[in-house]
């Protein structure tokens, strides 16, 4: 059974940080691209960063490059997305996504920048 379960949103102060994990388990971790994406109320969902299976090649959305940073560790089988910085615009649903032979998405899990 395939599953990716997102943890660490919460409610944050502007400028705060947060870390977010996704664990992932029932395929092969190791031989899949990860991504987070985002979907903020009323708007369609983004992609936020993205990691590559081999290598550790990352990339990351304009709005979000120099603050959030995506790392992955294969022998827990979890990714992450530290966040820092954080701005009201950041408040989003959070989404964790794997890309390989199959393709899988987590629950998400809310995070909310506000004062």
């Known amino acids: 059974q395939v599953q990716l379960v997102e943890s660490g949103g919460g409610l944050v102060q502007p400028g705060g940080s947060l870390r977010l994990s996704c664990a992932a388990s029932?395929?092969?971790?190791?031989?899949?691209?990860m991504r987070w994406y985002r979907q903020a109320s009323g708007k369609e969902r983004e992609l936020v960063a993205a990691?590559?299976?081999?290598?550790?090649?990352?990339t990351y959305a304009d709005s979000v490059k120099g603050r959030f940073t995506i790392s992955r560790d294969n022998a827990k089988n979890t990714v992450y997305l530290q966040m820092n910085s954080l701005k009201p615009e950041d408040t989003a649903v959070y989404y964790c996504?794997?890309?390989?032979?199959?393709?899988?998405w987590g629950q998400g899990t809310q995070v909310t920048v506000s004062s």
């Open positions: 029932g395929f092969t971790f190791s031989s899949y691209g």
């Open positions: 990691i590559a299976s081999v290598g550790g090649t990352t």
């Open positions: 996504y794997a890309r390989g032979e199959y393709r899988y």
